[in-house]
């Protein structure tokens, strides 16, 4: 449930919208350093799906072909209701940027 969103200024010539919800979803991906966010079904969906294209990943020889298989993972969980999220205090939570997600999955990946 989206509760509020803010537009900031990251740049004169640029806005980036930052949309802050209440409440994780099950299929959102938890983002943080709490240990607990490994338990949540979007995080077990997440590594499930890690584990899966790790060796595809792994094969691949070029930056390109790795950034393929990363944008796919994001884009695959994005349109089956997934979201990055990152707590933000107050009980709420902010929606990461495309490039965050792909961040973590290509980390995750790696390791």
């Known amino acids: 449930?989206?509760?509020?969103?803010?537009?900031?200024?990251?740049?004169?010539?640029?806005?980036?919208?930052?949309?802050?919800?209440?409440?994780?979803?099950?299929?959102?991906?938890?983002?943080?350093?709490?240990?607990?966010?490994?338990?949540?079904?979007?995080?077990?969906?997440?590594?499930?799906?890690?584990?899966?294209?790790?060796?595809?990943?792994?094969?691949?020889?070029?930056?390109?072909?790795k950034m393929r298989i990363t944008r796919g993972i994001v884009v695959s969980l994005q349109n089956n209701g997934s979201r990055f999220i990152h707590p933000c205090g107050d009980n709420t939570w902010t929606i990461l940027p495309d490039q965050k997600a792909r961040d973590k999955t290509s980390h995750a990946l790696r390791f």
């Open 1 to 65: 449930m989206v509760i509020m969103s803010a537009v900031l200024n990251l740049f004169p010539s640029q806005k980036s919208e930052i949309l802050v919800i209440s409440q994780p979803s099950e299929k959102d991906i938890l983002c943080g350093k709490d240990k607990t966010f490994n338990q949540h079904r979007g995080n077990i969906r997440f590594r499930q799906l890690i584990e899966l294209h790790g060796t595809l990943y792994a094969a691949a020889e070029s930056k390109q072909a």
